[in-house]
């Protein structure tokens, strides 16, 4: 049985399945990591974790701040607490050339609407007609060349199998194309991705061919859960683990940062 | 030196249709009300270019200003799809779209380029996607030094460039701080600019973060006290998040979006 | 996230003979301090990099530092000639001096092209003048929209930058304002950077126009107080015109620079 | 006979050739121009005329100072009041690329150690062999893309036979190359120089030939003074202007201006 779906917080029921994936991916930075955020789940994450075992980390918003330290969750990627509480503000050609462009930060924390199964990702187009698209998503925005100069990349996305598809309509950002080495023959530096948090489990890319492989299931969710909601022949990891359920701690924390934001 | 005058003014003389127009803002100071005015005067035909077309070209789009949009990013930031634009991409309607889609550090780039006067910009973008196959204006260059390839893009320089700032003098000196965005280059790489501006003042005091853009690199400004609203001018007011969620049903139906645009059309500037 | 330690330490454990070393400040925030320790500790065979090569290049030079220098403009800004490099380019002493030379606009796009992770900068520059017949890092380069030929220079990426700056905080965030040059570039630029600066505070209370390079953008800081004389740093202090002119005497004559090198070699950092 | 050499500013006595060339060169800038500053020369006529009768004239200097307006002569493109004094300071690279590059400017205002009869400057080398120079000067500074990209270009320079040649030995920025249509060839968009200033007269390029001709002497100077200074066989306009000498106001401000940079 899956986790109650996200029907707001509350501080007297349990987990939802959102809240899983938000701990989830918060767990997965550590540090004094550089990470470069997307809005929505991603700065969900990262914001969590910098308000509960990563204080140090350092967020970094392509609209052009180094270092935010939001006391509520922002509410877009130009969200004004951004600005204030960073230590600098920036244009927007210098945070995609000085800062993301040479590969120094160490964490592109991204989100999809469609992730295929070598960790490409489409948020432009669903339908195989570009021109004629049955949904036109928004586009590209920062993601292709997060996806390309970070050292790694770590997708979070809800799961489903029209969301977890075998390949994506369009390649809105790089992943690992069509299997291991595609990135380095197309000069890539960054890893690409080596981390996928769903509300379901954690996927990382098998080192030898670079498909995604079950590595971890949430509380209450089983295999063949993850399998009904991935659009290919899912390979599992032989020590699969079980990603422990959020601490009341991590609990509180993430519904604080988002009551804050109310 | 700019002239400074009222918004109708400034639109009537500077935005004509058929116009290649950039209305820039990075979430913040988006310079709405300029928008509303081109509306209003019923410009038609415009290439409207800008990183995140979010609700203030969703508005030019549903009201069919735009034959053309050269974009990175069209979503309603923290809400969700941006229905004019998505009916405009794939039903026609009111017109048919054209679109030019980049990735943000292409479009970045393409701005950096037409400000700094050269017909192209270098990065290392776009590889691996399907974005150059659907995109003809990314190509490779080869780095003359080292043999390795790039990626190029050319530059964009605008008919007109509209950006919102906090505060400009009597002399039309333009000063805006907060989240900058790209709205240097933007007004840079355009050959005309407007400047709606939260207030005129004696003086431009000194604010830490600040950008001053000389008078003499603006062609108009006009004072719009909330010109950015819905989004906010950092020191004077907030952005305002019920307005960007009430947006969705608006733009999500035609006719509610019709009922929008007749009160649009009727107030005055 | 940067260290913080003493300039000799900094010195000792970032430069290395045969290294590139670039040290910035255009007319202002000029890192001598930093430039007299790497005379007093002897470093040999360093690429010294930098746009105007002024008093503390001229120094390093005639100390026998350098082996090569890569430049736009060498001179004593406001006096005259830099007697120490001449002398090494006139007549190879202490040692030859190699010189790459390029113009403001070529060494800055250079930087920003290091900066950048770039391998190359585009820019319209260098055209019908002779240094391109002299110096082999500009290139012809055609832009793949238009056809249109512009000037192609290779990115900048020094083993260590050292610029001095205002104030740091106790994390190693740097904060400057005044005339910034091409600070940031240099040590974005850069394999590994030093910042000298003025002291060294709790928290970095904004100031107009400055600047702030996060700590983890920069390898080492080092509180060195007057570390930019006979420069200045704004807020800090004034340019000290007298020195620049007294310089002219010493550096014209080997024997009073070989007075004022043992003076310096004696002093400790 | 020519003015007294420069001896340092007195009150009571007349003006020096150096006056009278700064006053001359402050003469030809005007009304709201955007000047692009070199320091020396043109550093001290370009402040003059904002001190006398171009007060809205806009100084840009190439340390990334926009509409400076010093109270004093700045002792290098660095002083600080260049910077306290501005309505906006940007980094060198922004006033190369975003300011000079792309034409915003209307006229760049250099210096020489050697001009040519196509004014031609250098500042690089004196002697014919690069590498082994019988005089390192400088080089090129900003030189090279503000005589490529400013609107016009006025050269203000002390004349000597050693100055003034008929060939410059190292051409550190582009004038007219060898005559008329050099510069179009070579897709230069400014006009170059327009117009050279030296202690001794006024200078213009030929509209037919590009060649500097002489179009005015100042006070106390004949025609072959000029030509005992100049390298090459100069031309002489028809209507060779003399040029008014220094007005009591124009050289109480210019003396002023010195005095108070002391």
């Given at each position: 049985m899956s986790p109650a779906q996200d029907t707001g917080p509350a501080?007297?029921?349990?987990?939802t399945s959102d809240e899983v994936m938000a701990v989830a991916a918060a767990r997965a930075l550590s540090g004094r990591q550089r990470v470069f955020v997307g809005i929505?789940?991603?700065?969900?994450?990262?914001?969590?974790?910098?308000?509960?075992?990563?204080?140090?980390?350092?967020?970094?918003?392509e609209s052009g701040t180094l270092g935010s330290k939001p006391d509520r969750l922002p509410a877009s990627i130009g969200d004004g607490v951004l600005a204030e509480t960073a230590d600098a503000v920036i244009s927007v050609p210098e945070v995609f050339n000085y800062w993301l462009q040479p590969g120094r930060i160490d964490v592109g924390f991204l989100g999809a609407a469609q992730l295929d199964r070598f960790g490409n990702i489409n948020t432009t187009v669903i339908g195989s007609d570009y021109h004629h698209p049955k949904v036109r998503l928004p586009g590209a925005g920062g993601a292709p060349e997060i996806a390309a100069s970070c050292r790694e990349v770590y997708v979070v996305v809800r799961q489903s199998s029209r969301s977890f598809v075998d390949r994506v309509d369009f390649v809105t950002s790089f992943g690992h194309g069509r299997g291991k080495g595609d990135r380095e023959r197309l000069g890539l530096r960054g890893a690409g991705p080596t981390l996928v948090i769903t509300d379901l489990g954690v996927f990382r890319p098998d080192p030898e061919t670079a498909e995604l492989?079950?590595?971890?299931?949430?509380?209450?969710?089983?295999?063949?859960?993850?399998?009904?909601?991935?659009?290919?022949?899912?390979?599992?990891?032989?020590?699969l683990d079980r990603t422990p359920p959020p601490t009341d701690q991590e609990l509180a924390a993430l519904r604080a940062l988002k009551e804050a934001s109310k | 030196?700019?002239?400074?005058?009222?918004?109708?003014?400034?639109?009537?003389?500077?935005?004509?249709?058929?116009?290649?127009?950039?209305?820039?803002?990075?979430?913040?100071?988006?310079?709405?009300?300029?928008?509303?005015?081109?509306?209003?005067?019923?410009?038609?035909?415009?290439?409207?270019?800008?990183?995140t077309p979010?609700?203030?070209?969703d508005q030019l789009i549903g009201a069919g200003c735009a034959r053309k949009l050269v974009f990175s990013w069209g979503g309603n930031p923290g809400v969700g799809s941006l229905h004019r634009f998505r009916d405009a991409v794939q039903n026609s309607w009111p017109v048919p779209l054209e679109i030019e889609e980049h990735s943000h550090a292409g479009m970045a780039n393409r701005y950096v380029a037409g400000a700094s006067g050269l017909p192209f910009a270098v990065l290392r973008g776009y590889v691996g996607t399907d974005l150059p196959s659907v995109t003809t204006t990314i190509k490779p260059i080869t780095c003359p030094f080292t043999g390795e390839e790039l990626t190029a893009v050319p530059a964009l320089n605008p008919?007109?460039?509209?950006?919102?700032?906090?505060?400009?003098?009597?002399?039309?000196?333009?000063?805006?701080?907060?989240?900058?965005?790209?709205?240097?280059?933007?007004?840079?790489a355009a050959r005309r600019s407007l400047v709606t501006v939260e207030e005129i003042v004696d003086e431009l005091s000194p604010v830490p973060g600040a950008i001053v853009l000389p008078s003499w690199a603006v062609t108009r400004v006009a004072e719009v006290p909330g010109g950015a609203h819905p989004s906010y001018a950092q020191g004077y007011?907030?952005?305002?998040?019920?307005?960007?969620?009430?947006?969705?049903?608006?733009?999500?139906?035609?006719d509610e979006f019709g009922r929008w645009l007749e009160q649009v059309k009727e107030a005055a500037a």
């Open positions: 501080s007297d029921t349990g987990p929505g789940l991603p700065s969900t994450a990262a914001n969590l974790a910098r308000r509960t075992h990563a204080p140090d980390l350092v967020l970094v918003y492989v079950l590595t971890a299931v949430h509380e209450g969710v089983t295999v063949d859960d993850v399998r009904a909601a991935t659009g290919w022949d899912l390979k599992v990891a032989p020590d | 030196m700019a002239e400074i005058g009222t918004l109708a003014e400034a639109i009537g003389d500077l935005v004509g249709d058929g116009d290649v127009v950039a209305l820039e803002g990075f979430t913040h100071l988006i310079p709405t009300a300029a928008g509303q005015e081109i509306i209003r005067q019923g410009r038609r035909d415009l290439t409207l270019v800008r990183m979010d609700i203030v070209y008919d007109v460039a509209i950006v919102h700032a906090q505060r400009a003098d009597r002399n039309g000196n333009v000063q805006l701080w907060g989240l900058l965005g790209v709205q240097k280059e933007a007004v840079l007011s907030e952005r305002d998040n019920a307005y960007y969620a009430a947006w969705d049903p608006i733009s999500r139906d035609r």
